[in-house]
């Protein structure tokens, strides 16, 4: 039996730097209303961002837009390697 344990919870303020990019005013806005603080079950409609390990874990109604969205960003100047390695239905 495997367990995954995740430490943490990163504002996208946090994230933005880590990720050394600036977002747009309306990606910054849409990702604060989307983030959910509480990990315990992300709902369908937000994503939540754990710092150990650095992972975001997105609802299946969001997955798509939230991809289109950071997609645009050059992320060269990250702190933290980036990618999208998995998708849960």
Same mark, same amino acid.
Request: net charge neutral; hydrophobic share 55%; no cysteine.
């Given at each position: 039996m495997s367990v995954y344990v995740y430490f943490g *919870? #990163?504002?996208? *303020? %946090? &994230?933005q730097g880590d990720m050394g990019v600036q977002l747009s005013k309306e990606d910054l806005? &849409?990702?604060n209303e989307h983030r959910q603080e509480n @990990? %315990?079950?992300v709902a369908k409609? $937000? =994503?939540?961002? =754990?710092s150990e390990p650095r992972q975001m874990h997105v609802g299946s109604d969001i997955v798509e837009e939230l991809v289109d969205r950071l997609s645009k960003y050059d992320y060269s100047n990250a702190k933290r390697p980036c990618a999208v390695i998995e #998708? @849960? $239905?």
């Open positions: *919870n #990163v504002s996208v *303020n %946090q &994230w806005e &849409w990702l @990990a %315990q079950v409609d $937000k =994503f939540h961002i =754990f #998708v @849960a $239905k």
